[in-house]
């Protein structure tokens, strides 16, 4: 059974920080690609961050350096850690995992139902 599930969204101040975390199965876990995505009503999901099995990080142009995406093995959890927020970072976000395909990155499969941070 491949489950996602998303916590930790919330409303919060421009400039502060909110960690977003997600209880995976261990199936989707093991996934090759586990990432982060986002989504604003009448907007296309847009990718966030990804961190594959060997542990390489991606991150979106516009969070970069604000934003850390880590995994514990341990607990079957990925984390984003968001420091810095702005009010364009108000979104609902979604936890997601995949395949690898060589040569264009991840193939998203397993989809979370999403948690929401508001930023103003």
């Known amino acids: 059974h491949v489950q996602l599930v998303e916590s930790g969204g919330g409303s919060v101040q421009e400039g502060n920080s909110l960690t977003l975390s997600c209880k995976a199965s261990r199936y989707a876990y093991n996934s090759y690609c586990l990432g982060w995505f986002r989504q604003t009503p009448g907007n296309e999901r847009e990718f966030v961050s990804r961190i594959t099995s060997d542990g390489s990080t991606t991150y979106k142009n516009s969070v970069e350096g604000r934003f850390v995406i880590s995994k514990d093995t341990a607990k079957n959890k990925l984390y984003l850690q968001m420091n810095g927020l702005k009010p364009d970072d108000t979104a609902m976000y979604f936890c997601?995992?995949?395949?690898?395909?060589?040569?264009?990155?991840?193939?998203?499969?397993?989809w979370g139902q999403g948690t929401q941070v508001t930023v103003s």
């Open positions: 997601a995992a995949g395949d690898r395909v060589l040569g264009a990155g991840c193939a998203w499969k397993y």
